[in-house]
């Protein structure tokens, strides 16, 4: 092997060490790469670490235990076992053991366990078996080098076999007797062959599991359009559905090359103002209310929120808009409801300009593809 070949295994096995929440360092004593705990997007802030709380003697101890990505699972381990935030732990699985980093440990976990809707009786919860041994890192370690080798491999076989499926992911188990190949499809995919070729090829058990575009995006990483990291790869890891009328109440064009992400559904971010557009708006009038005039009527086109404005234009000159204040909106109605009719809109607008159709071509039809 050259040593490029070398590097560059040396860079993907830091990579895959890094998606499970550890980092491989040079320990300047022995000159060998050691394995050690480092921050990522998915760690999470123990708030109740300083907090005195009494232990219960035989009280079941509980850990949240983190795998490759955005995959945890909750576990319970003996009192005599004395576990901290970053250790590695060989735990319980359906058959074998998996090895894992501890992201939480104490009151904390229970707290996670009931905001993840985490319903296992304790009696029943996996367990976990021990801190990881040199043996175990080593079979680990060496189970994390096939990953990228196996995937571009599957890939090869499930094209061969015609599958209309995207294969996205690999994860082996921490003993090197599974692994989970994560996929995307539009619709069901019978993978039977496949599985029956997969085991054949690994000589290992195979389990597939389906995942979403948003959570394809949030694996493969990438950057956005406002040339940031993509927030489903930095910091998002609970997804929230991303409907048309996010957009329709911001006032955005429905145009889906702006609106879509890279994973071809709406932006995560579109939610993030949304609840200050819904607030903002409660002081607006209704924009279905026609506006009359002596010199006729008008009806509303758009709203700037934050400098309380509304545009209208009349009903035969719809080209040119006209900017109105809610306040002189709420006015004009309270003297249509009166019988009067102000002389015309003109004295109201405090600026004009010429109404484009931003539009482009696009509709609520082409939005609502992409909603969640």
Not at 64 to 92: C, H, I, Q, S
Request: hydrophobic share 35%; aromatic share 8%; charged share 30%.
């Amino acid at each position: 092997m050259t040593d490029n070949q070398h590097k560059n295994e040396e860079a993907i096995l830091d990579e895959q060490v890094f998606n499970r929440g550890g980092k491989l360092t040079k320990d300047y004593t022995s000159g060998q790469k050691v394995l050690c705990c480092s921050r990522c997007k998915l760690n999470q802030f123990d708030w109740l670490k300083d907090y005195e709380n009494q232990e219960v003697k035989g009280k079941i101890c509980l850990a949240e235990v983190r795998f490759k990505n955005d995959r945890k699972d909750y576990f319970t381990y003996p009192e005599d076992l004395e576990l901290e935030v970053g250790d590695m732990v060989a735990v319980e699985a359906a058959i074998g053991h998996d090895i894992g980093m501890v992201t939480l440990l104490g009151e904390i976990v229970e707290r996670q366990m009931k905001r993840k809707r985490f319903r296992t009786p304790r009696e029943e919860m996996k367990k976990i078996y021990r801190r990881a041994r040199v043996n175990d890192v080593e079979k680990w370690l060496a189970a994390i080098k096939l990953e990228q080798s196996t995937l571009a491999r599957t890939r090869t076989i499930a094209e061969n076999l015609g599958l209309e499926m995207k294969l996205n992911d690999v994860e082996y188990q921490g003993d090197k007797t599974k692994a989970i190949f994560y996929y995307t499809a539009d619709g069901r995919v019978d993978f039977r062959e496949l599985i029956k070729k997969l085991a054949e090829e690994f000589h290992i058990r195979i389990e597939m599991r389906q995942i979403g575009v948003r959570q394809e995006s949030a694996k493969l990483g990438g950057l956005g359009s406002c040339g940031r990291e993509l927030c489903c790869a930095s910091w998002i890891s609970n997804f929230q559905s991303v409907t048309t009328g996010v957009a329709r109440v911001q006032q955005l064009s429905p145009n889906p090359q702006k609106l879509a992400g890279q994973c071809g559904k709406l932006k995560c971010c579109l939610n993030y103002e949304y609840e200050a557009y819904v607030d903002a708006l409660k002081a607006f009038s209704d924009p279905t209310i026609v506006l009359h005039f002596k010199s006729g009527d008008a009806v509303h086109q758009k709203n700037d929120v934050f400098k309380g404005i509304m545009w209208y234009s009349y009903t035969e000159d719809k080209g040119n808009i006209m900017a109105i204040p809610v306040d002189k909106v709420k006015e004009i109605i309270a003297l249509n409801k009166k019988g009067q009719k102000p002389e015309k809109l003109e004295d109201y607008a405090v600026t004009m300009e010429a109404h484009t159709n931003t539009n482009e071509g696009y509709g609520e039809a082409d939005l609502k593809k992409m909603s969640d």
